[in-house]
Each structure stands twice: as C-alpha cells, then as structure tokens.
C-alpha cells in the first residue's frame, strides 16, 4: 500500500510540473512568438514605399523601420527595409 502511495505521489508532482512548465509556456512564451509571427507575416504582404530619396546618399540600413502597407488593406505596418 505504501509503494502504490509512493508511486501516486510522485505522479502528482510530475503532473503539477508539467501543468506549471506548460502554463509557463503557454502565457509567458507564446506571446511573443505569435507577435513576431505575426508581424513578420504582415512585412512579407506589405508593400513598401522606397525611402531612397534622389540624387542622395540617404537610403536606410538594412535594419532599420520604413512605412508600409498591406495589400488590398489599409492597414499601415512598419518593417524592416529589405533594399
């Protein structure tokens, strides 16, 4: 009877850990997946004015944030400059 108590103990404590790491999972790391999913899918739609101005040396670096929208939306996203 004590080794059945043993075993159902141990069960418990492997359940409420794996609840607690899913939990921990689900609510303090997924949410910033899905926001970085999302919004790399939004740039990969969005068209992007050429913030290239003529006759200057004035193009942005690659990482840096330009105006853009999406498709047949008008939603306005800002993303990276892919040159």
Same mark, same amino acid.
């Given at each position: 009877m004590k080794?059945?108590?043993g075993e159902l103990?141990?069960?418990?404590? !492997? /359940?409420?850990?794996?609840a607690i790491?899913?939990?921990?999972?689900?609510?303090a790391i997924?949410?910033? @997946?899905d926001?970085?999913f999302?919004?790399?899918?939004?740039?990969?739609? !969005? /068209?992007c004015?050429n913030?290239?101005r003529e006759?200057e040396?004035s193009?942005?670096?690659m990482?840096? @944030?330009?105006?853009?929208?999406?498709?047949?939306s008008?939603?306005?996203?800002?993303c990276?400059?892919?040159g």
């Amino acid at each position: 009877m004590k080794e059945t108590t043993g075993e159902l103990n141990l069960t418990l404590i !492997a /359940v409420i850990a794996i609840a607690i790491l899913v939990a921990f999972f689900y609510f303090a790391i997924w949410p910033s @997946l899905d926001d970085n999913f999302k919004a790399n899918s939004n740039c990969s739609r !969005a /068209v992007c004015e050429n913030p290239c101005r003529e006759g200057e040396n004035s193009c942005p670096e690659m990482q840096e @944030l330009v105006k853009c929208k999406i498709k047949d939306s008008d939603v306005e996203v800002y993303c990276p400059w892919k040159g």
